[in-house]
């Protein structure tokens, strides 16, 4: 394993890690995303670690930090070595996340280890069906999801626009209603609240934290996971056994912050889908004359979804420490090392994948992506994402109602197009679609 050089650790710092963790890790500052956008930041730093590979090898790079043992992962044969390896000896419970994520759910499985880990992910995925496509709940969740999109679909058909704003307001609405209950739908404040500890969180050695912001956000959590309304996943939490470890309520506010990047993820997915004709008539046929009351899978808008996401990656870096010595092509790296791989520039990298800059849902249905450590929108091994299903079966089946009645052309003049490549960054904020009715299936 190599070491890069004084010079080389302070470009990676300054075109990598820095903007990184400058647009907000757990919650974006749209400021700064815009900023990175304009600058084409993502591909500037996929240059940079395109240039550190061929000068050092694709093995992990170790950077030289005071305060911290560094390496990032540069090939995708190492991320297959780190997600598979998790948590042992490659623990998700990295020093980065302890500091930031125990701000407001400090028993959260990701910041676990041990019995303790291996005791809430097994409530997380019992509470989110990981395994099933459709959840035990999904026609419950559906009617849900339904309802608001039929709202989000008036007020479109009244000005012919769309936009992030009001879509995320209709979105949050679905987020509270499936995780907390139809009692929270319009809750703003505990969404306001969260989002309050996790730009707090962003700042995570930096900023004491917001301990009245946070006793707030559990009296509210409290109440709803106490009268576990029927339908919600709260009610599953109430239901599902527990251990003396598995501290239920700190596993909720995973769940409420991840579904907003998912948001993020379905509306990118759909300025593709109005920007590339032919995946839009492959959707649009995939959803007429389907009664989208009942739940079921949608396997070419999950494949959309999950490839805006290979585009854009909401988790921009996947961390891990490592929990004992390991020998890495010879090198030893001691406990406590951390490992970093950088989505932005492995689910791109044009040097491994033809389709790099592409929008190409293809590589969702045909196996291809299964078989590449490149393409982990939802991390993989025994570490990825247990909601994954959950997420794929609201965002399809949102998408699937807005498509199903409107059609959508892009008009905030992103270049999104088919003949060039896609950007590396693409804030969702300044993305606004103009919507014509389509006639009735």
Known sequence: MNTASVADTLRIGALVLGPTVARGVLARRPRVVRLAEAADADRRAGRLLQRMRAKYGPGPLMLRFPVRRLALVLSSDDVGRVLAGSPEPFALASLEKRKALGRFQPHGVLISTGADRAERRAFNEAVLDTAQP???????????????????????????????????????????????????????????????????????????????????????????????????????????????????????????????????????????????????????????????????????LRACVQESVRLWPTTMAVLRDTTTETVWDGTRMPAGTGLLIHTPFLQRDEETLPYADTFAPWIWLDGTAQESWSDIPFSGGPGECPGRNLVLLTTSCFLAMLIQRHDFRLVSGQPLTYARPLPRTLEPFGLRLRARPRAAS
């Open 134 to 300: 459709v959840h035990r709940y999904g026609e419950t969740i559906c009617v849900k999801v339904r309802e608001e999109a039929e709202l989000l679909r008036e007020q479109i058909g009244r000005t012919g626009e769309l936009d992030w704003d009001r879509f995320r307001v209709a979105w949050w609405r679905v987020i509270r209603r499936v995780v907390l209950g139809d009692a929270a739908r319009d809750d703003h404040e505990i969404s306001d609240l969260l989002t309050t500890l996790r730009m707090n969180a962003n700042w995570s050695y930096a900023r004491p934290p917001r301990r009245r912001v946070r006793r707030r956000f559990a009296e509210r959590l409290r109440h709803y996971l106490e009268e576990a309304e029927p339908g919600s996943l709260a009610e599953l939490v109430a239901r599902t056994p527990r251990s003396d470890r598995t501290e239920p309520a700190d596993q909720v506010p995973q769940w409420l912050f991840a579904f907003e990047p998912a948001g993020m993820a379905a509306y990118r997915a759909l300025a593709l889908l109005a920007t590339h004709p032919e995946q839009a008539r492959r959707a649009r046929e995939e959803v007429d004359g389907r009664d989208l009351e009942r739940p079921q899978e949608l396997p070419f």
